[in-house]
């Protein structure tokens, strides 16, 4: 189910699934009592405590939305209050990014009064040259994030990201660290490049990186099958009924 788990602060978890968790995502044309069930299953395994991740309608912008508890999270409310964004942080909520090939990236910051503060960002082609990092990194320090660390998920490396000449240009004319060259000597994007060289100029710690999508056939990605589900960046508080996952998977 996790590609990848481990506690990051103390009582906070940091999590990316695998296709052993399924597809997450609503809008890939799956059934979305499955998707659904498959959401429960994973909140379940994250010792959620009946809280849900709130997930949110990803369109390759840079918009940020802050989110506070209390809202409904289930079946068709969900889908009424998943913001339109491409990043979102919070003080209180589990939250989840969802991608296929695109960078999913999580924040984690030390808070006021101790808190933590965390977010999630969707970081494809638009968004890294459009700024969506940076632009997280700066509302979790509108929140009072300090000592922010960075855990990279698994994304298509620049290895196996081919783009036009053109395209490989103006992206990285905006993030020049994306700028590579494939395997196969054509042009290409290194996103996860762009994106740590993004958090560096920040002063963000990356903790961790994850491996490419394209090469590791547990995960799902866009480039190797067209119809693909969307596996998922996970951040989370444990639940305060003691309630609590294990180690690294």
Known sequence: MFSWRAEVRPGVWVAFTDVGAGN?????????????????????????GGRSFRYMNQ??????????GGAATADAA??????????????TEPLAVMVADCVPVVLVGDGPAGAPVLGVVHAGRPGVAAGVVPAAVS?????????????VGPSVCGGCYEV????????????????????TGTPGLDL????????????????????????????FSYRRNGQTGRFAGLVWMHATDGTRGHGHD
């Open 24 to 48: 997450l995502a609503l809008h890939v044309g799956d059934d979305p009592a499955e998707v659904r069930r498959r959401r429960a299953e994973l909140e379940a395994a994250a010792g959620l």
């Open 192 to 219: 996860p490049a762009g994106v740590r060289s993004q958090l560096e100029a920040e002063g963000v710690s990356v903790e961790y990186s994850g491996g490419c999508t394209l090469e590791d056939d547990t995960l």
């Open 78 to 91: 969900e889908a009424a209050v998943a913001p339109t964004a491409d990043a979102m942080v919070t003080l």
């Open 59 to 68: 369109v390759h912008g840079a918009d940020v939305a802050t989110i506070s």
């Open 139 to 151: 509302r979790l320090r509108e929140l009072g994030a300090e000592n922010i660390g960075a855990w």
């Open 164 to 183: 036009p000449d053109g395209l490989r240009a103006d992206v990285a004319a905006a993030v020049p660290a994306t700028w590579c060259t494939t395997s």
